[in-house]
């Protein structure tokens, strides 16, 4: 399944409408390590479709991140519906990042 890009029009929608857990990965352009995760957060959604992967930029949804909390990038959240049940952030490898996700 496709990496689902947030955005501040679409977030809470996009969160209500997923029946599936969904991981958000709160991210920059600028970031390196983000754009290190970018390939594994690609090869974790192809790996499994019973979890909706999400990336939100943070310089273009700043209130959103600030909302939750995301005060380092890159930031993993993991959402049940709009509520938060588990979070990590920094690089880490895919197996790691589920692990830290509760999954």
């Excluded at 479709?49 to 995301?70: K, M, N, S, T």
């Excluded at 005060?71 to 920094?90: C, D, I, K, M």
Aim: with cysteine; glycine share 4%; hydrophobic share 45%.
């Amino acid at each position: 399944m496709p990496i689902l890009t947030l955005t501040l029009e679409n977030f809470e929608a996009e969160l209500n409408a997923s029946s599936l857990p969904m991981v958000v990965d709160f991210h920059a352009q600028w970031c390196a390590p983000c754009k290190m995760m970018a390939p594994i957060m690609e090869e974790l959604a192809a790996a499994h479709p019973e979890i909706r992967f999400a990336q939100c930029d943070v310089d273009e949804c700043y209130p959103i991140a600030e909302h939750f909390g995301v005060n380092a990038v890159p930031a993993f959240l993991r959402f049940e519906g709009e509520e938060v049940v588990s979070r990590t952030a920094g690089y880490q490898s895919g197996e790691e990042l589920l692990t830290a996700l509760d999954f």
